[in-house]
């Protein structure tokens, strides 16, 4: 497997948007926590390329607050439109309360 880990964030700084932005080998990486889990995705929506930061996350799903597309957030497939390619997605790690991503 190719790639690096990188300590990105620790579970206590996310808030109870459970969100956190991070910039890693020049991307913009979402991390999203979900039912004791990490996942990382590109912040980059595929549809127009707007932010999903500001966007509601529910039920395993980011929703993007410019168009309404949809994506899965273990998997970053688009689960509805107008977004129809996939997320990038990254590998995470919880590693003693600390968040690694493979970049
Ligand atoms: S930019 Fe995300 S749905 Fe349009």
Redesign the pocket.
Known sequence: MSGIWVRLAALAEFGPSRKLVRAAAGEEILLCRSQGQVFALSNV?T????PLAAGRLMSGQIH?P????CFDIRTGTALSG??VAPLRYFPVELRDGEVFVRI
């Open positions: 929506c549809h127009l390329g707007q993007c410019y168009h309404g597309a107008p977004a």
